[in-house]
């Protein structure tokens, strides 16, 4: 009993910034829009959040703070893809490439050479220190973020869904020259979905450095904003979708943490690779099955049919 808790408490928390990633790259590519560079505005958020906790001490303050420098990011992704129709996957994978830098400058400039921050205030449990004490549920130790990402599962859905913004949305991801001539304005609603996909990605960032650990390390983050879009695929481009398959992306995290204790005898170099293996074995088994947004990654030039 006690190591099912603690498996499903492991899961839930290293899922939770998938979520947050995941969600960002549904709303972007339901616009239509190939949000690559996730992993970059990840990272950013990340490093904006532990450095805005640790010198205010206010971790709801850091973690707002993350989701406006990944939309301050993505707003480079919108300018460059959306205004500019340049190639969608070349400007996310600059994103990546330039973000851990930017991370590392940061560090480095703001504490004294180091490569990570100091230890910063967490945000808080859903349940409080001590509460659960002498219980079998004593290792489930979840955040506030694992909710708020349910909460906002269910609003994306939603909003993409039963809203004639969401309409408008889709209907851009899907046929923008259509779109266009009933009056909707492309550029802006998939300049708007970029910015939301960037706080998304920021918010996935922060709660992973002040939620699931304490700082920002330059391998705090390490490929999850590649799993995430792993998981917009798996999940077929829909939040719910996405937010199951962060789910078992998160468990195979966890199965690597309990495996690891010594409970198996398996080497830590094969228990380090199985997220990212299994990563792959999604995507070979399902990218062919899911159809993406007919526009997904496609520049919108006006006038075009």
């Keep these: 009993m006690t190591t099912a808790i603690l498996l499903i408490g492991i899961t839930l928390s290293y ?5 947050y990633g995941a969600l960002g790259g549904v709303i972007s590519e ?39 420098a990944g939309a301050a990011v993505a707003a480079l992704h ?7 129709a340049a190639d969608q996957t070349v400007s996310g ?43 079998d549920y004593a290792n489930l130790n979840l955040n506030v973020t694992t909710v708020l990402a349910l909460v906002l599962t269910v609003l ?65 983050i390490s490929g999850h904003g590649f799993i995430a879009l792993a998981a917009v695929i798996f999940g077929k481009w829909t939040p719910q979708g996405a937010y199951g398959a962060c789910l ?3 468990l195979t995290k966890a199965l690597t943490v309990i495996l690891g204790g010594g409970v198996v005898p398996i080497p830590s170099q094969i ?4 997220p990212y293996a299994m990563t792959i074995v999604v995507l070979l088994l399902f990218v062919g099955r899911s159809v993406a947004p007919k526009a997904d990654g496609v520049p919108y030039i006006k006038g075009s049919r």
């Design 156 to 220: 994306v859905w939603f909003v993409l869904y039963k809203t004639k913004w969401g309409l408008r949305v889709r209907a851009v991801g899907e046929h923008p020259a259509a779109a266009d001539t009933l009056g909707i304005d492309v550029y802006k609603v998939r300049i708007a979905c970029v910015l939301i996909s960037g706080a998304f990605a920021g918010l996935g960032g922060a709660s992973m450095t002040i939620a699931v650990i304490s700082q920002f390390t330059q391998t705090a």
């Design 271 to 274: 228990l380090a690779m199985l």
């Design 30 to 68: 339901c616009a239509g829009v190939t949000n690559i560079g996730i992993e970059g505005m990840m990272v950013i958020g990340a490093v904006t959040a532990a450095i805005t906790s640790y010198f205010t001490g206010n971790p709801w303050l850091a973690f707002v703070a993350a989701g406006l």
């Design 78 to 84: 919108a300018i460059a893809s959306v205004v500019f």
């Design 248 to 250: 078992l992306f998160g």
């Design 93 to 135: 994978v600059a994103i990546n490439l330039l973000a851990p830098g930017i991370a590392l400058f940061m560090c480095q400039r703001l504490f004294e050479g180091a490569a990570m921050t100091p230890i910063a205030t967490k945000l808080p449990k859903i349940f409080p220190e001590g509460s659960l004490a002498g219980t």
């Design 15 to 19: 899922s939770t910034p998938l979520i």
